[in-house]
Antibody, heavy 116, light 109 residues
Framework: QVQLVESGGGVVRPGTPLRLSCLVSGITLSSTGMHWVRQAPGKGLEWVALLWSDGSTKFYADSVRGRFTISRDMSQNTLFLEMTSLTAEDTAVYFC?????????WGQGTPVTVSS | EIVMTQSPATLSVSPGERATLSCRASQSISGNLAWYQQQPGQAPRLLIYDASSRATDIPARFSGSGSGTEFTLTISSLQSDDSAVYYCQQYKSWPPAWTFGHGTKVEIK
């Protein structure tokens, strides 16, 4: 049974870095792509980042490139999203998602609020 | 960026009736389209991938069609728990820049 459990969200001031984690069970990170997708309050879905199964090929949305970094720790079976230079526009629920092209397993999300 | 446009924004349908949701891409995406259902307070759920393939455990009343720039999600006989927001997503662009439509909210009359 595949489970994705996000953590690390919270309320932070603009510019404060934050690291999100996603504990993965039921799948092997080296066998699949993994993404972060976010949803601003009352808004639609926005793809954020993709980590390829090789663990080194990474892609980012234009809105976060240069500020966010996706990575994984195989020993902990955990996916990460390191976020820097946060602004109010980054306020959203962040979902950890499995897939390469489409997203077949989703976590329940962790909320991030950027506010002064 | 490939822009996905969904219509209508809201659809009100009686139980047992058919619901037809549309999704248009700003350029051809072949069949590289998925549909998701999101119920209030929950994560999205994959319904359809590759434009017309049903995901695991998705009821047969959900079907997808289309290719190129025009796509449709059909719910053949609406049930009360189909009340949700439905999103389309393209995965044609390379390098990856997957984009979603803004969603269609399906309400039960």
């Amino acid at each position: 049974q595949v489970q994705l459990v996000e953590s690390g969200g919270g309320v932070v001031r603009p510019g404060t870095p934050l690291r999100l984690s996603c504990l993965v069970s039921g799948i092997t990170l080296s066998s699949t792509g993994m993404h972060w997708v976010r949803q601003a309050p009352g808004k639609g879905l926005e793809w954020v980042a993709l980590l390829w199964s090789d663990g080194s090929t990474k892609f980012y949305a234009d809105s976060v490139r240069g500020r966010f970094t996706i990575s994984r720790d195989m020993s902990q079976n955990t996916l990460f999203l390191e976020m820097t230079s946060l602004t109010a526009e980054d306020t959203a629920v962040y979902f950890c998602v499995r897939g390469v092209y489409y997203f077949d397993y989703w976590g329940q999300g962790t909320p991030v609020t950027v506010s002064s | 960026e490939i822009v996905m446009t969904q219509s209508p924004a809201t659809l009100s349908v009686s139980p047992g009736e058919r619901a037809t949701l549309s999704c248009r891409a700003s350029q051809s995406i072949s069949g590289n389209l998925a549909w998701y259902q999101q119920q209030p307070g929950q994560a999205p759920r994959l319904l359809i991938y590759d434009a017309s393939s049903r995901a695991t455990d998705i009821p047969a009343r959900f079907s997808g069609s289309g290719s190129g720039t025009e796509f449709t999600l059909t719910i053949s006989s609406l049930q009360s728990d189909d009340s949700a927001v439905y999103y389309c997503q393209q995965y044609k662009s390379w390098p990856p820049a997957w984009t979603f439509g803004h969603g269609t909210k399906v309400e039960i009359k």
